[in-house]
């Protein structure tokens, strides 16, 4: 499995997509589109969602525009920040609200999300910092939040939420 988040690793979860997955390189090829039309006089202004619309945003990590959900506006109505879930990725971030531009449908319309939530099965209640490192480690994740996982079994949970069996994982974290 690829890895793109592991910002919730100390619940047990991961974001990430099979290493082969044609709607995972479908999301990513949207990635100039979106910075080209993010350029384009048509989205020169910035556009404030709804709670859990999606929008366009200027990913902090990546540097690039890529898909979004707004989760809630910090402060309430009014509020200078936003946060956001981007989708394609699985990380949240707190942003400007005016880093975030209007999504057009041409950009979501029939490209799901690229990343699922893995739930690694056996994973330990309550992890030492110690094992997170490790864990970190053996994901060989990079500055960039990409990295990898060998999955020995894969069970569908719900939508977009799968339990995964990562025994190399665990065993590295022990």
């Not at 592991?6 to 949207?30: Q, T």
């Not at 690694?120 to 910092?129: G, L, N, Q, R, S």
């Amino acid at each position: 499995m690829v890895i793109l988040d592991c910002s919730l690793l100390e619940h047990a979860m991961v974001s990430g997509h099979h290493k082969n997955a044609e709607h995972a390189r479908n999301a990513f090829a949207l990635t100039p589109r979106l910075e080209e039309y993010c350029k384009s006089a048509l989205a020169r202004d910035p556009y404030l969602p709804k709670p859990e619309e999606l929008c366009i945003a200027m990913c902090p990590i990546k540097k690039q525009w890529l898909r979004a959900v707004m989760l809630q506006q910090d402060g309430g109505p009014g509020g200078a920040q936003a946060q956001l879930l981007f989708y394609d990725h699985g990380h949240i971030a707190t942003l400007p609200v005016a880093a975030l531009r209007k999504m057009m449908p041409e950009f979501a319309r029939d490209i799901p999300a690229a990343v699922c939530s893995l739930v690694i099965k056996d994973f330990p209640k309550a992890p030492t910092p110690e094992q997170l490192e490790r864990a970190k480690s053996h994901l060989q994740m990079s500055p960039d939040g990409a990295g990898a996982l060998r999955v020995t079994r894969v069970t569908r949970q719900d939508v977009g939420e799968y339990l995964v069996t990562a025994p190399d994982l665990i065993r590295a974290m022990h």
